[in-house]
């Protein structure tokens, strides 16, 4: 082997053993940088008479084409492994299932109150909603809670220390009941030519559905909670109205007959006779236990007035329900906690 082909063997080896880019350009150096070894021997040319220059000329450049040939085979295999590396680093397993998105369902809350509008709407009750932030008046005042009575206190209120533009204090409201006042008041304003004519106006039936709060927090009371106002006006409406209705929806929303209600007497300002109304299961697992399911009486006349009509000849009843209790005990839910957790491994249940 002549000392040109035993330099080509040598760029060839260290080439291959170069296992970077890096490394493979400093070995490169080694041959064809400014003074690596063929860099040397084509200098040295200058020194031999012509005729010798040419043929050895010719003998260092096929070595230095094979020099050179072996630093680009080697730069391909470096950057084809390099990429190989980066694809198996990078690579996505087509064969996984798709993570997708989990198709929403509705809360056991919102079940229910669907449950109990469709319920009353087919009693003919019409569906109504107001704000969560209430005035003072709304809240209290125009239910016959007058401004320092301890009635009052029976609700923790929430206050804001906030007032409207006509300078009313704001509280979130304890309760569905000023939706009462909204709603009827909107209705007379509604057939006010017809009142003025002393002609009959339109009953006034409505449920009102939403959130409610309260500073309370406990296996069964949550600051947060729902309730459903009913409300029932007309010329003659009277308690056995209110047990005809009640109970009918009670044997709609749990699908049984086999029930019994119970009205208790109770205190509430804005009715008057008011009661508590209780229903005790005949079978199943809460047999014979009584459950207070609602607060209801018969509209006291100042509130009938604040609706804006004469307490004389509008005459009804108003409930006021918890969907959450209600939505407990079609469930089976022991902790009202867990409705508003948002744990999916809970609401899932019900989808
Ligand atoms: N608003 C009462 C409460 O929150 C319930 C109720 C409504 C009672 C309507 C009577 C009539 O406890």
Same mark, same amino acid.
């Given at each position: ?5 035993? !330099? ?23 041959? !064809? ?6 860099? *040397?021997?084509?200098?040295? !040319? ?6 010798? @220059? ?9 070595? @230095? ?9 080697? =730069? ?36 229910? $109150?669907?449950?109990?509008?469709? $319920? ?15 005035? %003072? ?18 609700? %923790? ?5 906030? @007032? ?75 308690? @056995? ?6 109970? *009918? ?8 007959? *086999?029930? *019994?209600? =119970? ?70 839910? %022991? ?11 809970? !609401?899932?249940?019900?989808?």
């Amino acid at each position: 082997m002549n000392e040109l082909d035993q !330099l080509v063997t040598a760029a060839q080896a260290d080439f291959a053993a170069a296992t970077t880019p890096a490394d493979l350009e400093n070995a490169k150096a080694r041959y !064809l940088g400014k003074s690596g070894r063929v860099t *040397d021997l084509l200098k040295a !040319l200058g020194a031999l008479p012509v005729e010798a @220059k040419k043929a050895r000329g010719a003998e260092i450049n096929v070595a @230095k084409v094979q020099v050179e040939a072996a630093l680009q085979a080697r =730069r391909d295999a470096l950057a084809a492994a390099e990429l190989e590396a980066q694809l198996r680093a990078e690579a996505l397993d087509v064969t996984l299932p798709g993570r997708g998105r989990g198709t929403g369902g509705l809360h056991p809350v919102s079940r229910t $109150i669907e449950r109990i509008e469709a $319920i009353f709407g087919s009693m003919g009750f019409d569906v109504a909603e107001g704000p969560e932030i209430e005035t %003072d008046w709304m809240s209290f005042t125009a239910l016959n809670n007058p401004e320092n009575h301890p009635a009052r206190s029976m609700q %923790d209120t929430f206050y804001v220390d906030l @007032k409207d533009a006509q300078g009313r204090w704001l509280n979130l409201r304890p309760h569905t009941s000023p939706m009462q006042v909204r709603y009827a008041r909107a209705h007379a304003a509604r057939h006010a030519g017809d009142i003025e004519q002393g002609k009959p106006m339109p009953e006034i039936r409505v449920i009102a559905p939403g959130r409610t709060y309260r500073v309370d927090s406990d296996a069964t009371h949550s600051p947060m909670f729902h309730q459903c106002e009913g409300l029932w006006i007309g010329r003659n409406v009277s308690f @056995k109205d209110l047990k005809f209705v009640f109970s *009918d929806f009670i044997r709609q929303f749990f699908e049984t007959d *086999d029930f *019994d209600v =119970r009205f208790r007497p109770s205190f509430f300002p804005f009715t008057e006779p008011s009661a508590e109304i209780d229903i005790a299961f005949r079978s199943g697992p809460l047999a014979g236990r009584w459950l207070e399911v609602a607060g209801s009486g018969q509209v006291h006349p100042n509130v009938v007035r604040n609706y804006g009509l004469d307490p004389e000849t509008h005459i009804g009843f108003a409930f006021g329900m918890g969907p959450d209790r209600l939505a407990m005990l079609r469930y089976g839910i %022991d902790d009202l906690r867990l409705m508003f957790d948002g744990d999916l491994r809970f !609401l899932q249940q019900f989808n």
